[in-house]
């Protein structure tokens, strides 16, 4: 009997695949969707303190590789997230489900978490420190300073599982510096990666989503590569107490493999899901499940990070 079961934080989840925050979970109905379809969990849509609208339509475009999107944290505000997560914690109180969530500043983000650490919430908080989309905002987590700032101020109050989904690295100095940094802190996870930030796609003669005059988070097949370089380095930097969640240009079980061969105990599908609906976790687990039984791997511990080097 082969088994994709995992746990983060101690939680146990009986499929290691999930929605990447963004897709398919604005709002409660989506949410469910994926809470009722194959998915181990689900993450919400990153929440503000406040209800935004987000950037102008078109900001979400697929394309033939992957997605393109700049819709720039349009999301329902913390409390719509927090009030169906608590509904959850009754009606479901066997299963975990995960708060993304970010402030439009670093004082908003210490009101949304201590507001989180004073409710009844018994999940999981992703700190999302890498929208690329937000006008004037650059992503957070490629300036360390202020993350480590972030983090030391947060940690002082937050007692609650607490993760950071973070931007693609490209540098192998900073992967060395992220998670010097990171690894300072209680952190339970990081998510590697969000969409690599400020691509171009041009149909014609003419961009395809309207703000940022058509820059975008890029998704999907192009981002393999880079999102299994960043599970990896991470994977061989952090302290062993700090998961990794894998994410990017998951649309196959193969894929899936790759992100937990290179250290990922959980599998985020953001892209693939937008295309394809919550249908991809039944396919994408079913292929993950023939190759771990083609290999006589029965649970994810037997391959996880075990990827293998061409030595000498
Ligand atoms: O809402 C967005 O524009 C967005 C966010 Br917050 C994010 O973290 N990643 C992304 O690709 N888009």
């Known amino acids: 009997m082969v088994s994709t079961s995992t746990q983060i934080a101690g939680f146990l989840f009986d499929n290691c695949l999930m929605n990447a925050a963004g897709v398919a979970c604005m709002t409660k109905e989506e949410l469910a969707e994926v809470k009722d379809s194959a998915a181990g969990t689900f993450v919400t849509k990153t ?77 999981i908080t992703e700190l999302n420190l890498s929208c690329p989309n937000v006008p004037g905002k650059p992503q957070i ?71 940022k005059n058509g820059f975008g988070g890029i998704g999907g097949q192009y981002i393999k590569p880079t999102a299994l370089a960043n599970v990896h380095a991470f994977y061989q930097r952090l302290k062993p107490e700090i998961q990794i969640i894998g994410t990017g240009g998951v649309l196959t079980g193969r894929d899936a493999f790759e992100h937990i061969l290179c250290g990922a105990s959980m599998v985020q599908v953001g892209t693939t899901l937008h295309k394809e609906g919550v249908v991809a976790f039944e396919r994408i687990t079913a292929e993950l499940k023939t190759i771990m039984e083609e290999k006589g791997y029965e649970s994810l511990e037997d391959f996880r990070g075990k990827l293998k080097y061409i030595e000498g």
């Open 47 to 123: 929440a503000t303190l406040e209800f935004r609208q987000g950037n102008p339509e078109p900001r979400y475009q697929d394309v033939p590789l992957g997605s393109i999107n700049s819709m720039g944290l349009p999301n329902n505000g913390l409390d719509y997230y927090l009030d169906y997560l608590l509904e959850l914690q009754e009606s479901e109180p066997n299963r975990t489900f995960f708060l993304s969530l970010v402030g439009m500043s670093p004082e908003e983000t210490h009101t949304i978490l201590k507001k989180v650490q004073a409710s009844d919430f018994k999940g």
């Open 141 to 211: 987590a490629y300036d360390f300073e202020t993350t480590e700032k972030i983090l030391s101020e947060v940690f002082a109050y937050f007692k609650k599982p607490l993760g950071i989904k973070l931007p693609p690295y490209f540098d192998i100095v900073h992967f060395d510096q992220a998670a010097e940094i990171f690894n300072k802190y209680p952190l339970k996870f990081v998510n590697c990666v969000n969409s690599i930030g400020n691509g171009l796609y041009i149909e014609d003669e003419s961009v395809v989503i309207r703000p």
